[in-house]
């Protein structure tokens, strides 16, 4: 069984830096993708940032997402942290799993975790 948790939300004031991370957990598996979402109080869940299983780093603006292989963690840093970036951000991990030599996609979300961005 393959797991994905997502770590490191609190309250943090504005103009400051963040990093969330990503851990996926289980065995015989491959990670092809990984995505981090938002969601505001009170509407959608929306894309954030991600990078492919291959990559090891993507900056976008105030969002970096990058691997720690030590960790299996997909990491998402944000800078210049503004108030509009509160909500539950969640992570959602693509791959694949080995059973028995067959080999199964997945598509897994984390329980989020909360960002709140105080003025």
């Known amino acids: 069984q393959v797991q994905v948790v997502e770590s490191g939300g609190g309250l943090v004031q504005a103009g400051g830096s963040l990093r969330l991370s990503c851990t996926t957990s289980?065995?015989?598996?491959?990670?092809?993708?990984t995505d981090w979402y938002r969601q505001p109080p009170g509407n959608q869940r929306k894309w954030v940032a991600g990078?492919?299983?291959s990559s090891v780093r993507s900056v976008a603006g105030r969002f970096t997402v990058s691997r720690d292989n030590a960790k299996n963690a997909v990491n998402l840093e944000i800078d210049s942290l503004k108030p509009e970036d509160t909500g539950i951000y969640y992570c959602?991990?693509?791959?694949?799993?080995?059973?028995?030599?067959?080999?199964?996609?997945?598509?897994?979300w984390g329980p989020g975790t909360q960002v709140t961005v105080s003025s």
């Open positions: 959602n991990v693509r791959g694949l799993r080995n059973i028995r030599g067959t080999l199964i996609p997945f598509y897994l």
């Open positions: 990078m492919p299983g």
């Open positions: 289980g065995s015989s598996f491959s990670i092809d993708h």
